[in-house]
């Protein structure tokens, strides 16, 4: 199974972009799908998820910002991102876990490549 994510691209504070994380295989029934983010320098950090059964998990950071959903029958995963902040500016993830998901990283072992988001202010 891959995963490959698309949508990343540069926008001015307050804008908007939506990433796709596209599965090439059947997981999200059974899946937790995680987006992380990692910035220049700092370490990998979960932003949001979603579980087998559509509940969702986001960072402090990002609640209410962003909106993690999720499409089982196109094996697709997104991540809508409202009022960027210069501060959301990092390569994200998406990441699959069997079952139940988690906040960390480890956790995950199916990985895509990322799609950079830079926010300029």
């Known amino acids: 199974v891959q995963l490959v994510e698309s949508g990343g691209g540069s926008v001015q504070a307050g804008g908007s972009l939506r990433l796709s994380c596209a599965a090439s295989g059947d997981i999200y029934s059974h899946y937790c799908m995680g987006w992380f983010r990692q910035a220049p320098g700092k370490e990998r950090e979960a932003v949001a998820n979603?579980?087998?059964?559509?509940?969702?998990w986001y960072a402090d950071s990002v609640e209410g910002r962003f909106t993690a959903s999720k499409d089982n029958a196109k094996n697709n995963l997104y991540l809508e991102m409202i009022s960027l902040k210069p501060e959301d500016t990092a390569m994200y993830y998406c990441?699959?876990?069997?079952?139940?998901?988690?906040?960390?990283?480890?956790?995950?072992?199916?990985w895509g490549q990322g799609t950079r988001v830079t926010v300029s202010s």
């Open positions: 979603i579980d087998f059964d559509g509940r969702t």
């Open positions: 990441a699959a876990k069997l079952l139940y998901c988690s906040i960390w990283s480890s956790a995950y072992n199916l």
